[in-house]
């Protein structure tokens, strides 16, 4: 139980800093079979050498001890990490990391040493082997289970990472200590009475903010996510883990200081020939939003088409309730549900005029909403002349993500269109169910312009400055022969080699950060 406890508690610890990509995750995993083996190998030997009960003890309460110490000591120096990449300091960032593979290494090794060492302990006749053992085994697997959701369902979401790992960490010391009590008094007495010394360990480093960053007004960990929000000038920030890219932003009044990502997704009906009423009627009377996280886009929606019917879908109820919070989301129009993007959606009515869809983890789209049958069932979901815009993010020089997301669409609407957003790493990729072109956005700009009424005075000149970002950043829509299906969508190993080739093109200095 403690191990894997210990296994997602380093995770998501990890993933406060470097994100939440399938390295980071493979990495947590392939660091602990490494020290596990190292464990087995070493707890055989030792259980061989001195088959003592109250040696298999210390052993217990020397790994629940190490577990509580060593995973404080890495929220302590991921915090420090955390400080270092929001500078973009590498010798800071490196030393950190090394410092939680040592961390990592001495409780799981410890934890690994704890199963062989049972066995032997256990094993008195070579004939019942087979059958204590197999009994060993399944009390582990069954404290696997344990580890496996209670942190990750419960503990970490209501207590935090650090109270999880003290909790289960405390757990295996009382049943390293009792060991010892009935192996000998002073054995126990003494084992207490270095467990006393985690005291000040855990008030000093048991406290305080998972992160410090400027301007920082909130922080929470929910199920999925390390949960920030960061206030710089009149503008409330929403960053999700590592904090490299912000998902959802919030200025006093309502003030869109810059047409962003979400801005230009909002310019996709337009790419219909709508003729004369495109300045009379809006275009848009029901939307999906997939990804809503603390509300920015179904809010500017309302902005410029008024208060029409939003479906927005969200996976994770914290970022909601930081969205009431700290971002305003309180629009009756908008309809919040939480669950998966692709599962929601088509769960809906249907027959919506835009359905967008942002669903980063950075810098990773769930695959699942990327492939050719999913954007079947967002197809069956739209209007007649219904549009979808998805967010999709490259690098300067590397468009190869955006080019297989433009094939994958091509399989299902007539008609693609390309937006690169500018001062970001983010094409807006726009599918239309009508054949359509690159020009009806320019047309409607032009009509809209000319009117005295309708949704662009309405919008206040929110979606006229919408127009002229999108058209002076449109981009021809380009296929690779790449196309995701639900059989196969090599998304991440894509996404991998692209961030890589960007780092190393372009160094750490390249990542966004707040301002991306």
């Known amino acids: 139980m ?54 298999f003890y210390a052993l217990v309460t020397a790994a629940a001890f190490s577990s509580i110490f060593f995973l404080l000591l890495t929220s302590l120096l991921l915090r420090q990490a955390a400080s270092a990449l929001a500078a973009v300091n590498v010798g800071a960032i490196a030393s950190s990391l090394a410092g939680v593979v040592f961390a990592l290494a001495v409780p799981v090794t410890l934890l690994g ?30 404290g696997s289970l344990l580890g496996t959701y209670l942190p990750v369902l419960l503990v970490i979401p209501l207590a935090g990472s650090r109270a999880a790992a003290v909790i289960f ?3 295996l010391l009382l049943a390293g200590l009792g060991g010892l009590w009935r192996s000998g008094r002073r054995a126990g007495l003494t084992g207490a009475a270095l467990s006393l010394l985690l005291v000040p360990a855990i008030l000093a480093w048991g406290r305080g903010p998972v992160k410090s960053y400027p301007g920082q007004i909130f922080e929470t ?55 004369a009423s495109a300045a009379e009627d809006s275009p848009v009377r029901r939307m999906a939003v997939v990804g809503l996280a603390a509300g920015t886009i ?70 699942h909403l990327t492939t050719r049958q999913f954007f079947e069932e967002v197809d069956a979901q739209l209007a007649a002349d219904g549009v979808v815009a998805v967010n999709v ?59 005295t009424s309708g949704p662009a005075v309405a919008a206040d000149g929110l979606l006229l400055a919408v127009f002229d970002v999108a058209a002076a950043n449109l981009v021809p829509a380009t296929a690779s022969e790449l196309v995701f299906t639900d059989e196969r969508a090599p998304l991440e190993t894509l996404v991998d080699s692209l961030v890589l080739r960007y780092l190393l093109q372009e160094g750490p200095e390249g990542l966004p950060g707040l301002s991306g």
């Open 393 to 451: 993010g490259r690098a300067p020089e590397d468009r190869r993500l955006v080019e297989a997301m433009t094939a994958t669409m091509a399989t299902v609407f007539p008609s693609i269109h390309a937006v690169d957003v500018p001062g970001a790493l983010n094409t807006i990729l726009i599918a239309t169910r009508q054949p359509t072109s690159d020009a009806n956005l320019q047309r409607n700009a032009e009509r809209l312009s000319a009117a």
């Open 221 to 275: 960990e929910s199920a999925y996510n390390y949960i920030q929000v960061v206030r710089q000038q009149d503008c409330n920030f929403l960053l999700l883990n590592e904090g490299q890219a912000y998902h959802s932003y919030y200025c006093d009044g309502g003030r869109v200081p810059r047409i962003s990502v979400w801005s230009v997704m909002l310019a996709a009906p337009y790419f219909n020939d709508l003729g």
């Open 113 to 142: 040493c704890l199963s062989p060492f049972a066995i032997r302990l256990a094993v008195r006749d070579v004939g019942e082997a087979g059958r204590i053992s197999g009994r060993i085994y399944a009390v582990s697997t069954w």
């Open 2 to 55: 403690t191990t894997l406890a210990v296994e997602f508690v380093t995770s998501r610890m990890l993933q406060a800093v470097y994100g939440t990509s399938n390295i980071v995750w493979a990495n947590v995993i392939g660091l602990v079979l490494l020290f596990l083996t190292a464990g087995y190998f070493l707890g055989g030997r030792l259980a061989d050498r001195n088959p003592s009960p109250r040696t």
């Open 169 to 171: 960490g405390a757990v």
């Open 298 to 367: 179904p809010k500017q929606a309302t902005q410029i088409f008024g208060p029409i019917a939003v479906d927005g879908i969200e996976l994770d109820p914290e970022i909601v309730q930081a969205g009431r919070d700290y971002f305003a989301l309180d629009e009756p129009n908008i309809n919040v549900i939480i669950g998966d993007g692709r599962y929601e959606l088509n769960r809906l009515p249907g027959d919506y005029d835009l359905i967008t869809i942002d669903a980063y983890k950075v810098p990773y789209i769930p695959w």
